[in-house]
């Protein structure tokens, strides 16, 4: 089992930045990948970046250059860094994390947090 708080998320404007965080119940080292989904109005929920426990990083086209995913194994946290943010950006960011038990896949989610770019 794995609990996820999340933390970050408001209000900007275009071109500013947020930072998100994600605080993991237990070792991220545990944890097969970490990771963040948004879902805007209308939308299906997609990925936006993951980093796995190995510390390889997937970022969706639409963010590459512009987040970072990072995570810090002593506080068991993963932060994602979002600059240069777009209106497009808009939705509501879900921290994810998943893991691989006996050919099972076990999958968490966060409570949600709103990002909102305003034009």
């Known amino acids: 089992q794995v609990q996820l708080v999340e933390s970050g998320g408001g209000v900007v404007q275009a071109g500013g930045s947020l930072r998100l965080s994600c605080a993991a119940s237990?070792?991220?080292?545990?944890?097969?990948?970490m990771g963040w989904y948004r879902e805007a109005p209308g939308k299906q929920r997609e990925l936006v970046a993951e980093?796995?426990?190995?510390?390889?990083?997937n970022y969706a086209s639409s963010v590459k250059g512009r987040f970072t995913i990072s995570r810090d194994s002593a506080k068991n946290t993963v932060t994602l860094l979002m600059n240069s943010l777009k209106p497009e950006d808009t939705a509501v960011y879900y921290c994810?994390?998943?893991?691989?038990?006996?050919?099972?896949?076990?999958?968490?989610w966060g409570q949600g947090t709103q990002v909102t770019v305003s034009s």
């Open positions: 994810n994390a998943y893991l691989w038990r006996y050919a099972e896949k076990y999958e968490y």
């Open positions: 237990r070792s991220i080292f545990s944890i097969n990948a």
């Open positions: 980093i796995t426990s190995g510390g390889s990083t």
